[in-house]
Each structure stands twice: as C-alpha cells, then as structure tokens.
C-alpha cells in the first residue's frame, strides 16, 4: 500500500535536480562547517561512553548538558526582552537531581 502511495505521491511532486547539480555555491564562512565537527566529536564520546556508563545516563547528561547550555545563553545573551526564566532554571535543577540519582549504584562497566 505505502508503494502505491508513494507512486502517486512522488507524480505530482516537481522533482528537483539534486543538490550536486544545483548551482549555487557552497557559503565560504568557515565556522558554518564547525557545527559537523562538533557533532562528530559528540558521536564519537557517546559512543566509547555510553559502553561504560550505560544508554540512561548518556541521555540524562546529555539533556542536562543541553539544559545548561540553554540557562547560560538565556543569563548572558537575552534575546527579544526576554532572559532567564524560573522554568528554566527548576527545569536544570531537577534534571541534575536526576543525573545524581540515576548514577548512584551504577557499576562501571571495563
């Protein structure tokens, strides 16, 4: 069934030359490509990391890394008036309380 549909679908969609062929130059600012190098640095420690500490404590690190970026970027650089929030910051609180308690009586895994 979802052949078919997308058969019909993909009939009346105006196909696109792929992005090799199109002809607008790729940007020459260098840290637009900092973002691909980050991510492969990130991939490459989740992945030696959650072996040794297990998939739930590199989800909540990984949250509460995100959470605490976000309350620092709200604290330095308020953005249209509006700056950091109690939400935000109980939010990190709690999410740090769960890393704390999500790690206890983990073993370390060799």
């Known amino acids: 069934m979802h052949v078919y549909v997308g058969a019909i679908t993909s009939s009346y969609v105006e196909p696109k030359p792929p992005l090799y ?22 991939v490459s420690v989740v992945a030696a990391v959650v072996r040794v500490v297990g998939v739930l404590l590199v989800t909540l ?21 509006e700056s950091l929030t109690a939400t935000t910051v109980v939010g990190t609180v709690v999410t740090l309380g769960a890393v704390a308690l999500g790690s206890v009586g983990v073993p370390v895994r060799r």
């Open 61 to 81: 690190a990984t949250v509460r890394g995100q959470l605490l970026g976000a309350m620092l970027l709200d604290w330095w650089f308020a953005v249209g008036g």
């Open 21 to 42: 062929l199109r002809p607008e130059p790729l940007p020459s600012e260098w840290w637009l490509y900092t973002g691909g190098l980050m991510g492969l640095a990130f």
